[in-house]
């Protein structure tokens, strides 16, 4: 049984499509719910136009994509931060939502769980969002340890201030060596932790 797993989530551990219709990421349950105001809805698309074809751009470097999609992450993030988002909407936003996990989550997450394996899910997407799908598909388990953009919200539960990975790339896709991943875990766990990892 593997130490660890290390997994993106957008079209990894959630589903691309389903029934011949696109599913949605966590940034596209924001933007497509009923929180969001038709303007707000307007302007993120219209960032996505601008910004994706320079996220799936061959020709472009890692590191000259990079401060794009910080400027887009921020610049979305700003808008939904105008649309005063409370934290108790979030779940019926995924209720409503046609997002779903893979075929045979189920086992994948349980079978992790019950030997005891660490998932460390590392996603550019909404933490909130994310956590939240996992938990309504009733498999978020202990083991499971999510970096992600996260929203914090103020003690009125009204208002929400992104906190970013600040200069971490988490779009691994092209990194078969995982130096990136094993960095971020020792960056973000004690050692102590990761030696108690690497034991169990």
Not at 108 to 113: E, G, I, P, Q
Not at 189 to 197: A, H, I, N, S, T
Request: proline share 4%; glycine share 4%; hydrophobic share 35%.
């Amino acid at each position: 049984m593997a130490e660890e797993v290390i997994s993106d989530f957008d079209m990894t551990l959630s589903r691309f499509a389903y029934n011949g219709k696109r599913c949605p990421s966590s940034y596209n349950i924001l933007d497509n719910s009923k929180i969001i105001s038709e303007e707000c809805r307007k302007e993120l698309a219209a960032l996505y136009h601008h910004y994706y074809p320079i996220e799936i751009d061959p020709h472009r470097s890692i590191k000259e994509k990079l401060p794009q999609m910080v400027e887009w992450w921020t610049r979305a993030h700003n808008l939904l931060c105008q649309q005063r988002i409370q934290k108790c909407q979030i779940a019926q936003v995924v209720r409503e939502s046609t997002a779903m996990l893979r075929e045979g989550y189920e086992t994948f997450f349980n079978t992790l769980y019950r030997n005891n394996v660490p998932l460390f899910i590392f996603s550019a997407g909404i933490g909130d969002v994310l956590e939240e799908i996992i938990r309504q598909m009733k498999v978020f388990h202990p083991n499971i340890h999510i970096v992600s953009n996260y929203m914090d919200f103020n003690e009125d539960v009204e208002e929400q201030r992104p906190r970013y990975m600040e200069s971490y790339d988490i779009v691994l896709e092209k990194d078969e060596t995982l130096d990136v991943v094993n960095g971020l875990l020792q960056h973000i766990l004690p050692q102590g932790d990761l030696l108690e990892m690497r034991d169990s």
